[in-house]
Nanobody
């Protein structure tokens, strides 16, 4: 069974920080998690899901303009886990954050974790 389980969401004040984690489990990830392109997406109410950050097997990263310089994506292949460190959070960062894994024609989503930035 394939699972991407996100954690670390919650309520934070503007200017605060959160660290999201996404743990991948299942036979398709065993021993080959490192070759998956991993990404974090988010979806705010009434808006389309958008890419926040991604990291490929080489470690190369990509960020949405709206989060560049504030968010950092990283991965620990030994733990089959990808992280999203979010600093200087703004109210407009409020959304459900989803983990995504892709390889060749295969793609998988997590169930999402809510991030709310509010005073």
């Amino acid at each position: 069974q394939v699972q991407l389980v996100e954690s670390g969401g919650g309520l934070v004040q503007p200017g605060g920080s959160l660290r999201l984690s996404c743990a991948a489990s299942g036979s398709i990830f065993r021993s080959i998690f490192s070759i998956y392109a991993m990404g974090w997406y988010r979806q705010a109410p009434g808006k389309q899901r958008e890419l926040v950050a991604s990291i490929i097997s080489s470690g190369s990263t990509n960020y949405a303009n709206s989060v560049r310089g504030r968010f950092t994506i990283s991965r620990d292949n030994a733990k089959n886990t990808v992280y999203l460190q979010m600093n200087s959070l703004k109210p407009e960062d409020t959304a459900v954050y989803y983990c995504h894994a892709a390889r060749d024609v295969y793609a998988y989503w997590g169930q999402g974790t809510q991030v709310t930035v509010s005073s």
